[in-house]
DNA sequence: TGACATTAGCGCGGATCTGCTTGAATGCGA
DNA sequence: TCGCATTCAAGCAGATCCGCGCTAATGTCA
């Protein structure tokens, strides 16, 4: 945390940046990662949404806020990025980005507009790269663990859950390999899927708590 | 980055907190991971070496900078960790600290004291939490690639290559298995080491740019 | 109602990986 | 100078992992 400088009697001594924070929603829609995006009033590009940080408040809390004013969002539970420092990034002045991501069901966009991962480029400031830091994240969290996210309500199928992974890593994962990876994270309800046409597929819940 | 709010003419209007960096030095000495400290003259307890961000400055040329006033240390490439934000974290005030790693060669520490990562516990503010993210990101970088952070000139022998490798995890690897992973990754020189006990080594160099 | 299409998930053979053993190449000491 | 200790690194057998095929269990349609 805080240094101990030269001699300064207070803080308030040292010019302070502004600090803002942006952050990539994800969520998966029609089989594919989305990126939550809208349109910047001031630039008319699109962006990722974002505010800045209020004194007394956390970073976790200043996302939490400009997600519930800017696109109805709630409830989200936000994860640090990297921090973007480059002067003259934002033409406004000295100002710090904490980039962050989240990860809503598939109808909790609200109002940002969903764009698929691979064609969201050409976004405000350096939010293409905010968006592939977020992706790069959950595709590394999502490789370990079953549905980190929670995007899948349970009990599901392991087929449900393989379509989820799927469209995380944008690619079809085999799915024997997957079963096997998985299956020790998870448990067996003993209730079957009924319903659907073919074979009845066991019903799971995830085991570790992450 | 900075987002758009309300109607604000300028950014000066909000109010701004105070960036810190803070920075874990780790090395290799003795065989053994350790990290740079020095005693705070406000507190007198242990903490890592950190400065306030002054304006048009990087995170990592404060880094830079922190390292070379308060350790005399020279040429580092930081990587950032994680923002702290906790209000209150800092009595002296609304203070940001985003915590930093940088590797050094085993003379590198200069002014720091070095402490075994497994026993530099209670320092100051929350950089024992630091310690623990720099060593946890260097640990995940070794697991991957022959010594990342070139604390070993080359050429060197696989078992030289094992031995920093084994500092750096904090336990005996086993050679076989650590020879197989590290192999693709080098290059033989075509030369061997010579003058030691026992059949002579070959030297290797690293063919991963990173 | 019975044949067929569809899906789940177990089991098999091939490939890969792991740790141990063995042979080879050196320096050192008698 | 000759054995011996030491170290490197290739070879081997057991274990594990992987993708494919097969069987089972359902809904659907004629």
Redesign the interface.
Known sequence: ?????RKPK???H?????????TAVLTVADGQLCVGVLR???SARLRL???????????ADAVRR?LREKAGIEGVEPA?L??????G??S???????AHVAVVPATGLRELQPRAVTEAMGL????DEIVRLAVSLLRADYAEHPDPARLLPEPFTVTALREVHDAVAGERLLPDSFRRRMLPMLRRTGELQRGGVGKPAALYRRTTTS
Chains 1, 2 share one sequence.
């Open positions: 945390m805080a240094a101990t400088d207070t803080l308030a040292y010019p302070r940046p502004s600090v803002a924070v942006d910047d009033p001031r949404p974002g505010t800045f940080l209020h004194e007394g408040e956390t970073l400009s640090q990297h921090v973007f420092d480059a002067p990034r934002d406004r002045g000295w100002v710090l980005s904490v405000d400031f350096d939010h």
